[in-house]
């Protein structure tokens, strides 16, 4: 029976200055002694903190021989075979943050603490790494390359690049996050670039394919009296081949005669199509229908072309006008969607017969179809609102119908002409500016009043004023909960949700808690500075209320959250009521907005001493929501 301790020693180090086969087998042996450790999880999770941190270094090391090894051996060994070694490598890392996860956060010692920074990084980056190593079996021929697993492959590298620039900036000279990124945009451009050279042929194909299955069948075919006429010709020009099918046919004389019933009955057919163009010809002329000059040569024709067939003329003018329109299909990128633009447009009522949308000039330089379609359907499908960046890992989506994050909606409201930007809600239509311009002033006139004789930087000020804002619907939360309404009983409600993710957002913000130390020591003081608010909603009831806000993060995590990384506090406003817009009925929007409202508007009179301040305990006095 092997324990992971054991090991500890016997594990070889790998030195600088060995050749490729060397390093190769060094690594391979620490593998093998490793894989010998019998009840691993079990010695890890019953630990006490100071042997857990020695044996999360052994994890760390050996895990990073299996990344090793699997670069090692990426030419020579079964591309299964080298994916399964970061695999081993993840399960690694994943045991050091779950053994970790076991203690309580506020009796958490600060050399574990960093482990747990370390693991969760590294297991991060473990899908990069897989990521990587398929980029580089489909550059070598080694997988087929589709677009699905370009499409994977891609999203994995912008998942990861977006975790660096949001979680991890700050720890530039533990993870060298710079040249990650660099390395990141490489591998995205040499992925993109596959994935281009994967569609260009199915474009084509998909493109040029129909085209010689209409037109080809349609022009070998001819007339039937061309072909009567031919038959006769060759019947006496060629007298071999009228013997050859005498030879074969047992009744010559009754070919001949059935030939001559063809044409007679041909001709018939001819003559009294003639008089069924005469006939509507003079019916058209009885009626006073005129015509235009491009459509004055038209009897010639009919009337040099009479010997031919209708129906094959009809079906050649088709395949001419086909032919002319092919060199505007290429363009496109399949023919179905060529079709349907041009049914789209055929369909279209004039232009000055349309009538103008929202927001649109009356002029005649109107959209296009599609445009206008793609303006309807943004007013109208409800966009997904992105996870919160900081706490959790969540790669971007990969639906490929037509949505839009949280980010594009209001990242787009200045490039609209009009002066706000105007959102469908199933309340109406709405201006997002205006209905919460009245709490953007609210904010900034307590953040005046609660800084006018203190000094402090404008993170100081953001962290305070999102901290107000939490407590406002910390309250409205709370009143949603009690009122009898759609959330009435319900330990969630999305006031709460998004209160807890402004008050761990407070603490990022906070100069004083940049470490991470000090930052789970920042969120212990709000669970304990709001602990009345946050009790009603925790999963399970306990009097600890140093960690009730842990709780709710945990309780929260999946939930839909705005993403409210770097911006300023007046956009963090908007995006929380239009997600509380979003999710609340009108009435419990207007409960909630009316609510943060006045509780603002009374901080701010009880801070400039217009109205007394309430008794409070000791603790309440450090809470800026309850103390001003």
């Known amino acids: 029976m092997t324990k992971l301790a054991a090991i500890e020693k016997k594990l070889i180090s790998i030195p600088k200055k060995c050749t490729k086969t060397e390093k190769i087998e060094f690594l ?50 079964n591309e299964n075979n080298v994916l399964s070694y970061i695999g081993e490598a993840s399960a690694c890392y994943k045991l050091i943050c779950d053994s970790i996860g076991n203690f309580p956060p506020f009796n958490l010692p600060g050399a574990l603490t960093d ?35 370009l499409n994977n492959i891609i999203q994995t ?62 022009k070998k075919r001819k007339p039937v009296q061309d ?81 031919k067939p209708v129906r094959a003329k009809r079906r050649r003018i088709i395949i001419e006008k086909d032919e002319a329109s092919q060199t505007e299909l290429n363009t496109d990128t399949s023919l179905l969607q060529a079709l349907a633009t041009d049914a789209a447009n055929a369909a279209r009522l004039p232009v000055a017969a349309e009538a103008p949308m929202l927001g649109q000039s009356t002029t005649f ?46 990242a787009s409201e200045p490039t609209i002409t009009t002066p706000a930007t105007t959102v469908n809600s199933p309340q109406g239509f709405w201006t997002v500016s205006t209905r919460t311009q009245d709490l953007k002033e609210a904010l900034q006139a307590w953040e005046a009043a609660y800084f006018k004789n203190k000094e402090a930087g404008a993170s100081a000020k953001k962290s305070c004023a999102l901290e107000k804002l939490a407590h406002a619907l910390l309250l409205e939360a709370g009143e949603l909960q009690k009122n009898n309404g759609d959330w009435s009983g319900l330990n969630t409600n999305p006031a709460i949700i998004i209160a807890v993710h402004l008050l761990v957002k407070s603490a990022e913000a906070n100069p ?73 009925t009108e009435t419990d929007y207007q409960s909630v907005h009316n609510g943060c409202l006045n509780s603002i508007k009374q901080a701010t009179k009880r801070k400039n001493g217009e109205i007394m301040q309430p ?14």
């Open 28 to 77: 391979h042996k620490n593998i093998e002694l490793f894989r010998k450790v019998t009840n691993l999880e079990n010695e890890v999770h019953s630990a006490l903190p100071e042997e857990l941190f020695k044996l999360n270094k052994i994890l760390f090391r050996v895990a990073q021989n299996f990344i090793s090894y699997a670069y090692a051996v990426k030419d020579t060994q």
């Open 115 to 149: 482990q747990s920074l370390k693991g969760e990084f590294y297991l991060l980056k473990s899908q990069y790494h897989i990521a990587l190593l398929n980029l580089y079996f489909i550059n070598k021929n080694k997988v087929s390359a589709s677009e699905e697993s």
């Open 157 to 218: 590298l912008e998942a990861f690049k977006f975790e660096l620039e949001e979680r991890y900036r700050k720890f530039e000279k533990q993870f060298k996050t710079k040249a990650l990124l660099k390395q990141i945009e490489k591998a995205l451009i040499n992925a993109k670039g596959l994935l281009a050279r994967q569609q260009l042929p199915q474009t084509d194909s998909s493109a040029e394919s129909p085209r010689p299955n209409l037109s080809l069948p349609l």
């Open 227 to 307: 072909e009567a006429s031919c038959s006769t010709s060759s019947t006496k020009t060629n007298p071999s081949a009228s013997k050859s099918e005498k030879s074969k046919k047992p009744a010559p004389s009754s070919s001949k005669s059935e030939t001559k019933q063809n044409s007679k009955k041909n001709s018939k057919q001819v003559n009294t199509k003639r008089k069924r163009v005469r006939k509507e010809k003079a019916s058209e002329q009885n009626k006073g229908l005129t015509h235009s000059k491009s459509s004055k040569p038209e009897p010639k024709q009919l009337s040099q072309e009479t010997s």
């Open 365 to 410: 330089d109107a959209p296009t179809y599609a445009e206008q379609e793609a303006t309807v359907l943004q007013q109208f499908v409800a966009p997904p609102i992105e996870e919160m960046a900081s706490t959790s890992y969540l790669p971007p989506t990969t639906s490929t119908s037509l949505s839009f994050s949280i980010e594009q909606r209001v």
């Open 512 to 584: 004083s808690y940049q470490s991470e130390t000090g930052f789970a020591l920042g969120l212990q003081n709000l669970s304990k500075r709001y602990a009345a608010q946050l009790k009603p909603f925790l999963p399970t009831s306990h009097d600890k209320n140093e960690i009730y806000l842990f709780d709710l993060i945990n309780e929260f995590w999946n939930e839909e959250k705005p993403n409210l990384h770097a911006i300023s506090v007046a956009q963090i406003t908007e995006r929380v009521f239009l997600q509380l817009n979003d999710y609340l």
């Open 615 to 628: 008794q409070s305990t000791s603790e309440e006095q450090e809470s800026i929501g309850l103390n001003v």
